[in-house]
């Protein structure tokens, strides 16, 4: 069974401040990985998708990481802003489990201005 | 294009009641995914389809069910709701390959 876990599950910060997400899982025959972003009580935004034949995906100032061989993604933001308060997702698609992706539980960011 | 729409956006249902829940597949996608989501977790996939049909289900009970039409919108069904059941129910829609997936604003439903 696959598992992905996100760490810290809540994080404060001071408004310019650059930050990092971690997400790790279990099952090495990773297909792709994709970060959300979700703010409180709606849906899911796709911010980044890594496939596992990359490294790394940047969009402004949002950088994501995979490293296979450990297990984990990471997901950079740079020059934080209040606006980027929000639930940052990580999700795992493996090639063993069809279509379905397996959530990590979750990291609430509150950037202070 | 437009994006993944589902309806309701709140509903409110007693225990031991049916509810079903809508959405329409973003312009293009004809693969439907939905996912569970209690209050302070990641989502938990409930079931996919593809062209109509059922192909991966997640661990839920029987008493989940859905479909999909033949204009890829799709619905989801719930019998004999359990106070456990309150969540938001999310769905996602994807091309044929399910390489990147397209989520709605959910639905909100909460069993008394």
């Known amino acids: 069974k696959q598992e992905v876990t996100q760490i810290p599950a809540a994080l404060s910060v001071p408004e310019g401040e650059n930050l990092v997400l971690n997400c790790s899982f279990t099952?090495?025959?990773?297909?792709?990985l994709q970060w959300f972003r979700q703010d409180p009580g709606k849906g899911l935004t796709s911010l980044l998708l890594?496939?596992?034949?990359?490294r790394e995906q940047t969009s402004g100032r949002l950088n994501a990481s995979l490293d296979k061989s450990s297990g984990r993604s990471t997901l950079y933001i740079a020059a934080s802003q209040p606006g980027d308060s929000a639930t940052y997702l990580c999700?795992?698609?493996?090639?063993?489990?069809?279509?379905?992706?397996?959530f990590g539980g979750g990291t609430r960011l509150m950037v202070k201005p | 294009e437009t994006g993944v729409t589902q309806s309701p956006t709140h509903l409110i249902k007693t225990r031991g009641q049916q509810v079903t829940l809508r959405c329409s597949s973003q312009?293009?996608?004809?693969?439907v995914s939905w996912y569970q989501q209690a209050l302070g977790q990641g989502p938990q996939f409930i079931f996919q389809?593809?062209?109509?049909?059922?192909?991966g289900r997640g661990n839920f009970p029987p008493r989940f069910s859905g479909l999909q039409f033949p204009n890829y919108s799709s619905e989801l069904n719930v019998n004999a709701l359990e106070l456990d059941d309150s969540a938001l129910y999310l769905c996602?829609?994807?091309?044929?390959?399910?390489?990147?997936?397209?989520f709605g604003s959910g639905t909100r439903l909460t069993v008394v």
């Open positions: 996602a829609s994807s091309g044929s390959r399910a390489e990147k997936w397209t």
């Open positions: 099952d090495s025959a990773i297909y792709n």
């Open positions: 890594i496939q596992s034949s990359q």
């Open positions: 999700a795992m698609r493996s090639n063993n489990a069809g279509n379905m992706l397996t």
């Open positions: 312009s293009g996608h004809n693969t």
């Open positions: 389809y593809y062209r109509e049909e059922e192909n």
